[in-house]
């Protein structure tokens, strides 16, 4: 695994720290935020490796998120993990179209 | 019977014995002579068929058993009595004179050899003893008839053969012998009666009747062989009738069944053959009958002797038993009720019995059995103790005259004295076998007697010391310069000596009469009065203590007296006068004052200087320490010409000189006022040693200089003491030395000098062939600021404090320093020091142990630095980012903590002063925060003096760096701490520690998720809130993934049909509910 700097982003704290938890020991630096715009907020001041993002939160969603970086030219690039328990057939396709990742 | 009468004490001849011939004398002999005769012709009657031998022959058994049973009985005479009496009757029975002196004679024969073997030099003749017996039976019935036959024989040669006479005579006599003779000498014996039971008058009539019927059976007819019918009776008798009803019965059977046999009785009848055969059959038959049942009854009554001698000696003893706890009884009523304590002892004082008394000790008397009476006597007077009890023991009879007085503890620590009475238990031989004492509690005796001592002494002291008192005080008073006075308890001064008018401007006559009040200082009355009171209270034995104040002269001049007053006691212990001398010390006390207020001054200069100090140094130190980090970084970097880096390192070599000159004050300051504490840890100095000059060797070498280290092999290992002022000695020792040194070598040596246990003394030398130190510069060295003169400093830099320094840490060290020079040839530095050996459960692990002092390549931990400085923080995280960590950077505590909040470090560098939220206050905030107690937090600080470096710790740092940071130390402190650290984290336990403190919060926010949806879903009919709607949310995304698949699977499907548009009712939450209830209940 790349040494790097992961931004995780969940509003249940357990979920977060478990993935904090499970992430920490290989090296990687690790973040927190628990919603959309503390997110963008962290992103801003220093640009991570990988963003694990769960689609659900208060104040700014995960896809708010996907909105906000793909707008911009630099972050745009992050690539993205979502975590997300909606299984929807529409929840894909959106997710499809901001091309995350996975 | 007879009695020869004998006289013990005279000497006993074996064959005349002592005899007194006297009227009953003489009469024995007469019976005997006719007894003699008696049986003689009784013999030849009954047994005359045979010729002239008579078959049967008691006279010399009868001659014999007297002989043995009397040993007073002189044998010559009982002989020639008999001899006499056989020669008369033989002549009267025709026979010729030759035949009866022949015949007698192989009588007297006979007896003479019985006599010589069975009675040798007048033993007597013990018949129960079975060697005796033996004896007799080979005499008497063998040898002695043998001799007697043989003769005999050869002189009746007329009516028979020669051996037939034999024969018949040697059976005559020896059975004759065997028969009548033991028996004669066993009856009613004494020696074989002695104990035999009494048997009754029944009893012994029914054992002579069974006798007397038996014998009339066997021997009063001739039909029967019924001889054998005699023995059992005759055992019978042996059993119940001792040896005298054997020895009888065997001698009544003897007559009887001779007699019978003779008129024509008995079972010899029916022996064919003579009556000479039938005789001698019928006497073997009693011989044998003889010897086997006496020595039965000997035996019996041996045993039966013996026990009862048992039985007696039991008897005896019991006795004595009874007596003796009967005696012991009486005294032990005695001791118990007496109020002194009786003891008894044995050897080393060892106690056997206490009587109750010894209470008074507050002992019990089974405390005091078992122990010595050496044990309960004080320390002091034991040894008097041991000595009274070995001359107690050695024998003599006490000595009266001595007062034996013990002081003994009690038990409740009260000492009481005790007097000792003993008296000697001997045994037999005289020997003390055992001590029993007295002791009497004479304390009060004691106390009195010291009391009279005291009184009388005191009674004659108390007359003398006033006189000489006074003597002595008027002799000082005159001749002293000093102002002597004496004054009542009201001040009023009594008397004066002519001294008052030098010091005070007043005459005698002026001074007498007033009050020391009325001339002392207003303002020093009420310390004047305070400590004669507390004079007062101190009582008559207060040494004299002196006291000054001012007083007022004559001329109005206010000047200082000391005085030395003594108060004088009256017997009742009241005071009764003061006597004072006073001396004037204006001058001296002027003096000390100046003195006194010279020093506060100079204590303030030398505060003020050493605060400037330290703060010009951190001010110098600050950007210095940036411009080292800095320069050292550009060092670093590749990208830098030839040219460009040689002056960067020009510039990180003078700002690392200048950097060491503002150590060095900074040390020397703190040395100075003495704030310099020696750590105490367990260290080696080889090692230290080594390690200075490995540092020294960059710079050794470019000089071409050698050089060498030897250690004393027997230099303890470890020692305990500060390695690091020790390096900072050599450093500066070893670096001047390399520095003085143009060629040739810096020898260092370590050598051990005597010691004390457990501490080592030793000596490091330093010898350098540089060039020397002139003679008389050599003491202006160690002090401070001197150089041998400025063209050094000028060539070879320096601050001139490097020694000063080293003598400071090495006078701290309580070691020596000293110095050797020849101009032009060398120096020789050397230091002495004395430290303790390091135990070796102090020691430090070998330093291959030591955790590496690089990070390991790929561990990239994430580091927080707080400084407000810019500069610094930025040197930081540069030194930091070289070994590839992460660094998070804040300007204040405050920040600081913010941070730590949300996010994880591995380590915190702290500043400790910055504005708005210093570091110890943050560090505490930071201690608050729940999962952040295992945060290692470094504090970096400029000063890092004890109190600072405590106050760190205090509030919840884990350690300290000193400021400036170098590019080192930063490393050090993250592998100390924080490496070891995520090594634990990466354990797969702590993993799992995680995740299982994880999974149990989990659990608990279920347990208050499945209340707060029970309680929405009865609410809230056919609506579901946003609320709720978040909640099974969240169950959905994090049930399984903590491993509760039917929970997840339950909220899932509720929401999926709620985001399809299907409002589920609170029948369909029923699964979920369950789930999860089943969840949080196993758990």
Redesign the interface.
């Known amino acids: 695994m790349s ?1 790097g ?1 992961i931004l995780v982003v969940d509003d ?1 704290v ?2 977060a ?2 993935a ?3 992430l ?2 290989d ?1 990687d ?4 935020a628990h919603d959309g715009r503390e997110a963008l907020r962290v992103i801003e001041k220093r640009v991570p490796d990988l963003v694990l993002l ?1 689609a ?1 939160m208060p104040v700014l969603d995960g896809f708010g998120v996907l909105v906000a970086l793909k707008a911009d030219p630099i972050l745009r690039r992050i690539p993205v993990i979502m ?6 057939e529409a929840d894909f396709a959106r997710a499809r179209e901001f091309k995350v990742e996975g | 019977m007879r009695n020869f009468n004998q006289d013990a004490s005279r000497p006993q001849t074996p064959w005349f014995g002592a005899m007194e011939i006297s009227a009953g004398t003489v009469a024995s002999a007469l019976c005997l002579a006719g007894l003699s005769a008696g049986v003689v012709f009784l013999s030849h009657q009954f047994t005359q068929d045979a010729g002239r031998v008579a078959s049967i022959w008691p006279l010399n058994a009868l001659l014999l058993a007297i002989i043995l049973r009397w040993p007073g009985a002189s044998p010559a005479v009982v002989i020639a009595i008999g001899a006499a009496s056989n020669v008369a009757v033989d002549l009267a029975m025709g026979d010729t004179v030759f035949n009866g002196l022949a015949l007698t004679l192989a009588n007297v024969v006979e007896m003479a050899v019985c006599i010589y073997f069975l009675r040798p030099k007048g033993a007597t003749f013990d018949i129960s003893r079975p060697h005796s017996l033996l004896r007799f039976v080979f005499i008497a019935g063998g040898i002695a008839p043998a001799a007697s036959a043989a003769i005999a024989a050869c002189v009746l040669t007329t009516k028979a053969t020669f051996l037939e006479t034999l024969g018949v005579w040697f059976a005559a006599d020896a059975l004759g012998m065997l028969i009548f003779t033991p028996a004669l000498l066993v009856v009613g014996s004494t020696r074989a009666e002695g104990v035999f039971p009494r048997r009754s008058f029944t009893e012994w009539g029914l054992g002579v009747a069974i006798l007397v019927t038996v014998l009339f059976a066997v021997f009063g007819q001739r039909s029967y062989p019924l001889l054998f019918l005699v023995y059992p009776v005759v055992i019978l008798a042996t059993f119940r009738g001792g040896l005298t009803a054997t020895a009888m019965s065997i001698l009544v059977t003897a007559c009887v069944a001779i007699w019978a046999s003779v008129v024509g009785y008995g079972p010899t009848q029916l022996i064919p053959g003579s009556e000479t055969d039938r005789v001698l059959v019928l006497q073997g038959f009693l011989a044998v009958m003889t010897l086997t049942s006496l020595p039965v009854a000997m035996a019996l009554a041996e045993r039966a002797r013996a026990s009862a001698s048992l039985r007696a000696a039991r008897e005896e003893a019991e006795r004595a038993g009874v007596e003796a706890r009967a005696s012991e009884n009486r005294y032990r009523a005695l001791a118990d009720y007496s109020t002194d304590i009786v003891v008894r002892l044995g050897k080393g004082g060892i106690i056997s019995y206490a009587s109750p008394a010894c209470g008074i000790l507050g002992i019990t008397p089974e405390q005091a059995v078992g122990r010595s009476t050496i044990d309960f006597a004080a320390p002091e007077d034991r040894a008097f103790a041991i000595k009274t009890l070995e001359d107690l023991f050695s024998g003599a009879e006490p000595d009266r005259s001595i007062r034996r007085e013990f002081r003994v503890p009690r038990t409740d620590g009260a000492v009481l004295w005790l007097e000792g009475n003993p008296s000697i238990i001997r045994d037999a031989d005289g020997a003390p076998v055992e001590v029993v004492t007295t002791y009497r509690d004479v304390t009060t005796r004691r106390q009195l007697e010291d009391e009279l001592r005291d009184a009388n002494l005191a009674a004659h002291t108390a007359t003398e010391a006033p006189r000489a008192s006074e003597h002595r005080f008027r002799a000082i008073a005159e001749t002293s310069r000093d102002m002597v006075a004496r004054m009542d308890m009201n001040g009023v001064i009594r008397f004066v000596s002519p001294s008052c008018e030098t010091v005070m401007g007043f005459s005698q006559e002026e001074m007498l009469g007033t009050t020391t009040m009325a001339h002392t200082h207003r303002e020093d009355l009420e310390d004047v009065e305070g400590f004669f009171a507390k004079l007062i209270s101190d009582g008559p034995n207060a040494p004299p203590r002196p006291y000054t104040f001012r007083a007022r002269r004559k001329d109005g001049r206010i000047i200082w007296l000391e005085g030395i007053p003594k108060i004088l006691f009256d017997e009742a212990g009241r005071p009764s006068e003061i006597q004072d001398s006073a001396r004037d010390v204006t001058a001296r006390k002027e003096l000390e004052q100046a003195l006194a207020e010279a020093r506060v001054a100079a204590e303030a200069a030398a505060e003020a200087k050493a605060e400037f100090l330290a703060n010009m140094s951190h001010e110098l130190r600050t950007p210095l320490n940036s411009i080292i980090g800095f320069t050292q970084l550009l060092a670093g970097s590749a990208a830098l010409p030839q040219a460009e880096r040689r002056h960067v390192d020009l510039v990180a070599m003078s700002s690392r000189s200048l950097l060491t000159v503002v150590n060095d004050i900074l040390d020397f300051s703190t040395l100075d006022e003495g704030r310099i504490r020696l750590e105490q840890r367990p260290f080696s100095v080889g090692e230290t040693i080594c390690r200075c000059v490995d540092s020294l060797t960059l710079q050794a070498d470019a000089k071409n200089l050698r050089l060498e280290t030897r250690l004393d092999e027997t230099l303890a290992p470890y020692l305990v003491g500060d390695d690091t002022r020790l390096t900072q000695i050599l450093l500066n020792l070893i670096g001047n030395a390399v520095k003085f040194t143009d060629q040739g070598s810096v020898a260092i040596s370590v050598h051990t000098l005597p010691s004390v246990r457990d501490y080592q003394a030793f000596r490091i030398t330093v010898r350098d062939t540089g060039i020397g130190i002139p003679r008389d510069r050599l003491d202006q060295l160690f002090v401070r600021f001197s150089q041998i003169d400025s063209s050094i400093n000028r060539r070879f830099g320096g601050s001139g404090l490097g020694l000063a320094i080293t003598k400071g840490l090495v006078d701290l060290m309580k070691g020596q320093i000293g110095v050797e020079s020849l101009l032009g040839e060398g120096t020789t530095f050397w230091v002495e020091l004395n430290l303790p050996i390091a135990r070796s459960t102090e020691i430090p692990r070998p330093l291959g142990d030591a955790p590496p002092a690089v990070v390991a390549p ?3 931990l ?1 580091v927080l630095v707080v400084d407000d400085v810019d500069l610094n923080r930025e040197l930081a995280a540069a030194f930091l980012a070289t070994s590839g960590h ?1 660094v998070d950077l804040a300007s204040d505590g405050q920040e600081a903590t913010a941070l730590v909040q ?3 470090y591995d380590i915190v560098f702290m500043d400790v002063q910055m504005p708005r939220m210093d570091g110890l206050t943050a560090t505490r905030l930071i201690r608050a925060i729940p999962n952040r107690s295992n945060l290692p937090i470094v504090a970096m600080t400029a000063q890092a003096l004890p109190d600072q470096i405590a106050a760190c710790r205090e509030a919840g740092m884990d350690d300290y760096l000193p400021k400036p940071i170098t590019a080192e130390s930063l490393p050090v402190m993250i592998t100390k701490w924080a490496q070891a650290r ?1 090594d634990a ?2 354990d797969a336990s ?2 799992l520690d ?2 299982a403190s ?1 999974r149990s ?2 659990l608990l ?1 279920s347990r208050d998720d499945l209340q707060r949806m029970n309680e929405l879903v009865a609410s809230e009919e056919g609506v579901v809130s946003q609320e709720l709607f978040a909640l099974v ?2 169950f ?3 049930a399984g ?1 903590f491993g509760y698949v039917e929970a997840g699977q339950a909220a ?1 499907v509720i ?2 049909a709620i ?2 548009g299907r409002a589920p009712d609170s029948q369909s939450f029923e699964p979920l509910l369950r789930a999860v209830e089943s969840m949080v209940r196993a758990a």
């Open positions: 040494r700097y249940d357990l979920l720290e478990l904090v938890a499970v920490q020991p090296g630096e690790t973040r927190v769960d659900n975590l997300t328990a909606l299984r929807s | 790929g561990k990239k994430r992460l949300t996010q994880h995520t984290k990466s702590g993993q995680v995740m994880l919060r989990f926010r949310h969240r959905a995304g994090t993934t899932q929401e999926s985001s399809a």
